[in-house]
Structures are given as C-alpha cells and as structure tokens.
C-alpha cells in the first residue's frame, strides 16, 4: 500500500517539522529530513501485535471449540454404552458425590437459570457465551496499548488492531450463521444458540470496526487531512463497508426479523455482499484480505450443500429426463387442515433421503410463497429411517395389554387397504417427512387459506432443503420427560417415537419410563399426531409409556373467534373419532386444563432415585422459563443426573 504509506508518512513529517528561524543563514540552507513515523518503536511493536493478537484470538476458540467436540463425543459415546449396555440408574456413591455435585451446580447455573433483560430472555450459558465472545475481542483490542513513553492506549496500538480483529473474524461469524454449521456438528450445540451466538458476534464486531473508522476519522478531522484522505479509494471502500455493516445490525433486531421476514433475508443478503466486496477492497494489497475471500468461500460451499441436497432429495434429475414436477409426485405435499390454528403438511420423499429425530427442514412452496427464494424451517414430525415398518417392529412380541389396540388398528388397516399393489410397492420405497405447522400470518396463513381453497385434496408442488441442526439424543437415559406446548410436539414427537422404536429394537436398555406431555388449545388438534403415535404405541413392547395431553381451552372458549367460522375439512366428528380411538390406549389420558410442571417434574425427578434422566421442552419462552424454575425448585445434588434441553420459540 504505497500511495497509504507515502501519505501519512507527509502528514506525519508536516505535523513534527519546525520552523526555520527568520534570520538569513550564512550558508545555503539544507534540506532538513522528515521524521519517518515508521521508525519508531511504538509503530514496529504496535505492527507487530495487529499481526499476532488476531492469531491469539483464534487460537483461543479453535481450543474452545475442541474442548467441547471433546465434551461431546464423550457423552455420545457415554450414552452409546449405557444404551447397549442398559445400566440401571442408580445414585452416586460416595465416591462420586462430589462430581455429581459439581455437575449440579453447573447445571443449575448455566441451564436452570435465566437472565432477562429489554424483552429477551437467557440461560446462563447462552449469556455467557455471548459475554465470553465480547469479552475475548475487546480484551485482545485494547490490552497492552501504553506506549514506550507510559502514553496508555496509544492510538498507535488499538485503532489499526480493531480493524485486523474484525477482518480475521469475518469468517468465524458468517461459519456461525450457515445452515451447514460444521461447528454444531462437532459441538452438539444447537442451531438456535449458533445463531444466537453469529447475531452477538456481528453486532460485537460491527461496534469494534466503528472503533477503527471513528477513530481514524478522528484524527483526519484534528490533522486537518479529512478531504485528503477521502480522495484515496481504498478509505471509500471502507466507508462503505463500515455503512453495510451498521444498517445490516440495525435492520436485523428480532421485531424486523419477525414481522418482515422476507424484506430481511434480501436486505441480509445484499448487506453481507456489500460488507464483504467492501471489506476485501478496503483491505486490498495488505495481510488482512486473505481473511475476507474465505467468507465467500464457506458461503459458496454452504449453498452448494443445500443446493445439491435439494437437487437430489427432492429429485431434480427427473427435469434432466424431461419429466415435469407434476408428474413426479415425489414433490407433492399434502396439506391437512387439522384446525384453523394448525395445519399438517406431508412429503413423499425417497429412500435416500435421511434425517434425525427432531432435526429440521427448510419448506417451500412455490404456489404459496410470494418470492422464489421464500423457504421457512419447520421441525420434522416423522422419523427419518423405519418409520413405515414400526407396526411391525414389535408385531412379534406378546403384550395382553394391547390386544384392544390391535383388534382396532387392525380393523383400520382393512378399512383403509384400498390402493393398489404398484403404489404400495411405490410408498414401501419411499420415507414420508411430516411437518406439524401452527398457523400464523404471513406464509403460514397462505398456506391456510390455498389448502381450504382447493377443489378435493390440498395437494402442492414443494422443495425441502434439509435435514439441518444436531438435535440432542434422548436414548442413553434411564427416564425421559418429553414437554411441548402448541407446534413443539413436532420437537418432542419424533424423540418418542425415536424411543419406542430403539424400545422395539432393544437398542436402549437403559430406559425404563418415558413421560410426553402435550398442551394444546383445542382438542381438535390432536388428530394431527394420531397417525404418527398409533403404529408405534402398538409395537410397544412393555416401555413404561405416560402419555398426557392437556386441552387448555373448551371448543365452547374458541366459538367466537374469527378464524373458527372457517370450515375445515377436519371436523369435529372427526376430531371426537380420533381422541376416542387414542384413548383406547391405556398410556393416553386426555385432560382438561394446563399440566402441573412443578408437580410432574418433583414426581419423576424423585421417581428415578438419582439416576440419569432427560427434560425436552419445546414451546413459548414461558414454558421453558417455567420448566427451569420447577429444576431449581425440585433438584438437588442427588438429582444430578437431570439433563435439559429446550427449544424455544423466539430469538435474540
């Protein structure tokens, strides 16, 4: 950057000179040199910390990141053993109180407790890991900036290092917020933390590059050279970076995100390019650009991912063949109107496609979206490998307690045997991908009113980009608590169902009870699990299932309500029928009113004598709130071993 150089070394040279004396020397004056800012010790240290502390920096979260893809293939591999194994829970011996305590007490801090603050809610972990971020970059900013003369934070140390930080980051935040998070594969940490942890990055970093060009601008407005310097090309592409930057975090506060979620994924897109060109001309022809290119490159490679896994999931080969997606019914999705309030989309996908309990996917409808690119993700419902044979997973095993189920399943299937052999053939090859949707405005609403709109069956052309996220396990553990609230059973519901089938399978003998608990609004949407929880409640082969549903509102409450004068096609003769065939079962009770959670958590927590235990949550920050402030109540250090995971709703 020699035009760079060649410039501050003037103003520098301008700014130190003296005057010369106004007396005529008696011999020809000399020209005096300019004093090279260059030289000084305070630039050499100064430069060669810019260099370093950025390398520190990532030095230290490379070592974060193998501590906890360390931390979590030991539990998989713990879990791995106790379900093959089938340990028997037990409580801690003496030996191992201590360790249990400690673990306790990491526990409560970091998962059962919350902090909140203007509208948003956190666990301590999620505090802490956004904290930690800030800290580390700041604290590497600003240390070690005094001056070989005792001048503390020297301009010299911190203005240019605040930039280098920021450029060496880049592709650490735009890792954070891909679909394809290769550090969720290796961590577990969930999708919604990621991306919790990319917005508090980005904003971090967008304050500390304002450090660098605030500052800068500063000292061109003292030294008098702010025309100048805006004169040098490479000042304008940072001027424009800088700008990106500030409107991409001033337009990406969750109320934009929520109530205009398309405006912000194009304005999201164009900021970042914008951002990104900026940045890498800005840093053109100096060390820091080979920091910038790397962004679009895990950009380009998370887009290759998802492009390719949706050419093939969704079999873009048959265009190459000539066929047309109206003659490939591999991209239908069959649309349920289970109420007004939810609606149940179905997928025929083919064997290859794949996924885990309670990953998601990104769902997109042409006919309903109102741009190309508007896809939502959505938790999936069904279970990704084997889910068409549960029936007859268990079908060999004897439970007397079942035989009414079995004689009504039965009698169903013949009810319902009506397609013909090719097209059976046709489904056994193929894996259906359930989405549970609560209906909302925007997309979902569409939805809605095109699936009540059409003539016959609510069937459209669709795209799933998917699966994506690492969902955690409930296999390994001696109980289960299963909590959803609303849509959140689509998180809970696979994980059960997960469980019945490893019960089938004999995969998880260490697993003894399983609690699921649902609450909903109305009863009307319980048909929506129905054809999910029958096939695998009947191949149960003696797993102590507790399955409590809890209908908060009467159909009487919703009467007058706007969206209840709609028709559906589900009904509510229908809807009686299949809260009726469901409580055939004598796992299945139907209640009114909303769940104790203190009461059911103190319950089971005791029940299972200090042995390993799992609490899922999936539903309104409330609940999760209200599910950790029961933990705090109900657990002790011989509750130990109660591990919580929540999926909420919402986001920071």
């Known amino acids: ?161 605040a930039a280098y930080i920021v450029s060496t980051q880049f592709p650490m935040v735009v890792a954070l917020g891909m679909r394809n998070n290769i550090i969720g594969y290796l961590t577990g940490i969930s999708l919604d933390k990621l991306n919790l942890l990319h917005r508090v990055a980005a904003r971090a970093l967008c304050v500390l590059i304002w450090v660098h060009g605030g500052s800068q601008m500063h000292a061109a407005i003292q030294g008098h050279y702010m025309t100048s310097l805006l004169q040098l090309w490479w000042v304008r592409w940072g001027i424009t970076a800088v700008t990106a930057f500030t409107l991409l975090c001033t337009f990406s506060v969750r109320l934009i995100r929520q109530r205009a979620y398309e405006t912000f994924l194009i304005g999201h897109l164009l900021g970042v390019l914008f951002l990104l060109v900026g940045a890498y001309h800005h840093t053109k022809g100096k060390q820091q650009s080979m920091y910038i290119w790397p962004s679009f490159v895990i950009w380009a490679f998370d887009r290759a991912l998802r492009f390719i896994r949706t050419f093939i999931v969704n079999s873009g080969y048959t265009y190459l063949l000539g066929k047309s997606a109206a003659q490939s019914d591999i991209l239908d999705a069959t649309v349920d109107v289970i109420s007004p309030h939810f609606l149940r989309v179905s997928i025929m996908l083919p064997s290859r496609a794949s996924w885990r309990p309670a990953q998601i996917a990104y769902l997109a409808i042409p006919n309903v979206s109102q741009t190309p690119w508007e896809a939502h993700p959505f938790s999936i419902a069904s279970l990704g490998d084997g889910e068409q044979d549960q029936a007859s997973i268990g079908g060999g095993s004897s439970n007397s307690g079942l035989e009414k189920q079995r004689s009504f399943t039965e009698a169903n299937a013949l009810s319902s045997a009506s397609s013909s052999s090719s097209s059976v053939q046709k489904q056994r090859s193929m894996r259906e991908m359930v989405f549970l949707i609560r209906v909302h405005r925007g997309f979902t609403r569409r939805l809605l009113d095109a699936a009540l709109a059409a003539k016959g069956p609510a069937i459209f052309g669709a795209l799933v980009d998917g699966p994506h996220c690492t969902p955690p396990s409930a296999l390994g553990y001696a109980s289960v ?100 065939r469901l409580q055939r079962f004598a796992c299945v009770r139907v209640q009114r009113g909303r769940p104790d959670i203190d009461e059911l958590l103190a319950s089971e927590i005791a029940a299972v004598g200090g042995g390993s235990m799992a609490v899922n949550v999936c539903g309104t920050r409330g609940l999760a709130n209200h599910v950790r402030r029961a933990l705090r109540r109900s657990t002790s250090v011989g509750g130990s071993g109660v591990s919580l995971h929540v999926e909420s709703f919402g986001g920071a």
């Open 1 to 161: 950057r020699s035009e760079e150089i060649e410039f501050l070394h003037n103003r520098c040279a301008e700014t130190n000179s003296t005057m010369t004396p106004p007396s005529a020397p008696s011999h020809p004056a000399q020209p005096s040199a300019k004093p090279n800012p260059y030289a000084s010790p305070d630039f050499k240290i100064s430069s060669a910390r810019n260099l370093g502390y950025p390398y520190e920096i990532w030095y230290f979260f490379a070592g974060c990141i193998a501590l906890l893809t360390l931390v979590n293939i030991t539990s998989a591999l713990v879990h791995r053993l106790r379900r093959r194994n089938g340990v028997p829970p037990s409580p801690p011996t003496a030996f191992m109180r201590l360790p249990a305590a400690l673990k306790y007490i990491f526990r409560r801090v970091a998962f059962y407790s919350t902090v909140s603050f203007g509208g948003y809610s956190l666990d301590v972990a999620e505090l802490f890991m956004a904290v930690g971020y800030i800290g580390v970059i700041f604290t590497w900013a600003f240390v070690n900036t005094t001056s070989q003369k005792g001048q503390q934070l020297q301009f010299y140390y911190w203005t240019n290092r």
């Open 481 to 580: 608590l299963l909590l959803a609230g609303g849509s959140g059973v689509s998180f809970t519901l696979p994980l059960l169902l997960d469980l019945l089938r490893a019960a089938c399978a004999k995969a998880n003998l260490c697993c003894a009870r399983v609690v699921f608990v649902w609450s909903v609004r109305e009863s009307d949407q319980i048909p929506a699990i129905s054809p999910l929880l029958f096939p695998a409640l009947i191949s149960n082969p003696g797993l102590d299932v507790d399955i409590r549903i809890h209908v908060t509102q009467s159909r009487e409450d919703t009467d007058g309500a706007v969206d209840d004068d709609l028709e559906t096609p589900t009904g509510p003769e229908e809807s009686d029928t299949d809260l009726a």
